[in-house]
């Protein structure tokens, strides 16, 4: 009886912890399935078998997304409700069979930087990803082996519960793929202090050293480095990092001209309102994101706004389509994908800037909210 009762509180234990963390993924992951699809991408261009390339299945990013954040979601439903023992059971095991060797041999090769197993919630570096796919495999393990036990069946419930969590994710997921994602963890969310514009902060530069008796690392700002320098004895110098207060808070973020000038400090820290226009991927924008791209130029013409739009294509195609859709008048600049991605979802997207504060971000489904206002 005392080896019954531990086991089913091992059973419960290993199947809210598998679970909650199940939900707490596809719930991330749907919050912004347009990034989840971009990550499934870069897996898709990354990756070979026997070579033999996945890169025919591009188009079906956003429903591989979509069904990969659903299938999570439900898999950590089943579990925290105990539903469908058996089928759970082995979904769950394939599931962490795949992510544990997709970020093992990711861990290996690091073609792909970042797994992206909790969206832009929770960033873990590959091996990180890899470890905790193995502390999550020993309750699967236990999970799929106590799959037998039996319990009282009740079958229209459960199948209730899953089509209601099934549905719901696919309905929360497809309106954060028409829209921006109703929670933002990027550095573009709506509040967020873009650039310091204080022009009384200056440059602060960091030394870094190691004790080579104890190990320890510190830093310590430049203007105090004399005393370990001098005692070379006890302090080696591993690096140095210098703070710039007046970069741009989106590593690797740049707005080029087509001279290959970047703006980007000068036009997200101005004092004056700017809206930036974002297309990551030209040849994807259909008419009705040029129809809000016109309807967005005649407003900010009105109300005197500095508009402005940031490609990553080329210059001459960038070019050719402004002055088919009559965009002429607006200034643009270029920009790296990844980076106008991680600016703002949509395609074109909006955001609205003034003294390096973002004001606001839309979909281009939604232009109509600033217009309006």
Not at 69 to 76: D, H, I, R
Not at 83 to 111: G, H, I, Q, S, Y
Not at 139 to 165: G, Q
């Amino acid at each position: 009886m005392k080896d019954t009762q531990i086991r089913y509180t091992l059973n419960v234990l290993a199947r809210w912890f598998v679970g909650l963390v199940f939900l707490f993924s596809g719930f991330v992951k749907g919050v912004d399935p347009m990034g989840t699809a971009f990550k499934v991408q870069e897996y898709m261009t990354a990756w070979s078998i026997g070579g033999i390339t996945f890169e025919w299945a591009l188009p079906l990013a956003n429903f591989l997304s979509v069904a990969l954040v659903t299938c999570e979601f439900l898999v950590g439903v089943m579990l925290v409700t105990n539903t469908f023992r058996r089928f759970t059971a082995w979904l769950l095991l394939l599931m962490m069979l795949f992510f544990t060797v997709t970020t093992f041999a990711d861990a290996l090769t690091n073609k792909v930087t970042d797994c992206g197993c909790f969206g832009d919630a929770v960033k873990l570096t590959n091996w990180q990803t890899f470890w905790k796919n193995i502390v999550l495999d020993v309750p699967a393990v236990w999970i799929f082996l106590s799959r037998d036990v039996r319990r009282k069946r009740r079958f229209e419930r459960d199948v209730i519960v899953l089509l209601f969590s099934c549905a719901a994710m696919v309905v929360f997921a497809l309106f954060n793929i028409y829209h921006e994602p109703c929670i933002d963890f990027r550095p573009w969310k709506v509040g967020n202090r873009m650039i310091n514009t204080d022009p009384t902060l200056r440059m602060e530069s960091y030394v870094s050293y190691r004790n080579l008796q104890t190990g320890e690392e510190i830093e310590v700002p430049s203007a105090q480095c004399y005393d370990y320098e001098a005692d070379t004895a006890r302090w080696l110098c591993i690096g140095t990092r210098v703070v710039d207060p007046h970069e741009i808070n989106a590593p690797g973020f740049s707005m080029l001209d087509l001279e290959d000038n970047d703006w980007a400090v000068d036009l997200i820290g101005s004092p004056d309102s700017i809206v930036i226009a974002t297309i990551h991927h030209l040849d994807q924008v259909d008419e009705a994101g040029t129809a809000a791209l016109q309807a967005l130029a005649e407003w900010a013409g009105q109300e005197d706004v500095h508009a402005v739009v940031l490609s990553s294509a080329l210059p001459e195609e960038m070019q050719c389509y402004l002055h088919d859709a009559g965009l002429d008048n607006l200034d643009f600049y270029f920009a790296d994908a990844t980076a106008i991605e991680t600016m703002a979802r949509a395609n074109p997207g909006v955001v609205l800037l003034k003294d390096g504060v973002v004001l606001g971000k839309w979909h281009y489904r939604n232009i109509n909210r600033l217009i309006e206002n």
